[in-house]
């Protein structure tokens, strides 16, 4: 990956448990700087300002004056915008939520601020929620920031393709401003998934599950159950 001999400021909105921050932080060292970072809950702007100590903070980027010069630019901007209005597990409103406003308080800020690269989150619903249609207006926004002057790329990623032991998908959205960036952007590449067993300490004595049918504690259907299990754990060598 490209590395920066220069200091890399870097702003997070809806910022959570600042973990594009972590990743930011780990590719780039102490060349990393924290101008800014924002979100509405009151714990979490405890608990990153203690930790991570940002050089300004918003619990509320609605309210943000981004042609106030006491904004930060940054080089590196990144935002997970709610995803409850595009859930399958929230209300899906869509971009009649209210919550919706604070991705184009995000386009704004890349709009007025320019940073080299941006990178915005959100989950996989954004792409089928009203037929297709709020995907294209998301896309259509970021297309348009600086005339067109950003090359926007982006990509469906699952977290289990990447060393973590959960189905998580998630939508990126990848921009570049031409004038600053040349290199190619390189997706990152799926890893193997461990089995559960690598995990684990290797067993010398194996138990006898025989003890199991006489416990006087499991009813009938329970001991059926673990019958069954025993007899496929056999089956597959263990």
Not at 132 to 146: K, P
Not at 216 to 232: C, F, H, M
Request: hydrophobic share 35%.
């Amino acid at each position: 990956a490209r590395r920066y001999s220069a200091d890399i400021s870097i702003g997070c909105d809806c910022c959570g448990l600042m973990t594009p921050w972590l990743a930011l932080q780990q590719q780039y060292g102490a060349r990393a700087q924290l101008a800014f970072a924002s979100d509405t809950d009151d714990k979490v702007q405890k608990y990153v300002q203690e930790h991570y100590k940002p050089t300004r903070w918003w619990s509320n980027i609605l309210h943000r004056d981004n042609r106030d010069p006491g904004t930060p630019s940054v080089r590196v901007y990144t935002a997970g915008f709610p995803c409850q209005p595009f859930s399958t597990s929230g209300s899906r409103k869509g971009l009649v939520d209210v919550r919706s406003n604070v991705f184009f308080a995000c386009v704004a800020y890349i709009e007025v601020k320019r940073p080299d690269v941006f990178i915005l989150e959100n989950v996989v619903g954004l792409i089928t929620h009203n037929a297709g249609e709020t995907y294209d207006i998301v896309r259509r926004a970021l297309s348009a920031i600086g005339d067109g002057n950003y090359s926007i790329e982006e990509k469906l990623l699952n977290t289990e393709d990447f060393g973590i032991p959960q189905h998580r998908e998630r939508l990126y959205f990848v921009g570049r401003r031409l004038e600053a960036i040349h290199a190619q952007l390189l997706w990152p590449r799926p890893v193997a998934r461990q089995s559960l067993e690598g995990f684990l300490d290797p067993v010398e004595v194996k138990p006898k599950p025989q003890g199991f049918h006489n416990d006087t504690s499991l009813n009938k259907v329970q001991k059926i159950r673990i019958g069954e299990a025993e007899s496929a754990l056999r089956n597959r060598g263990h």
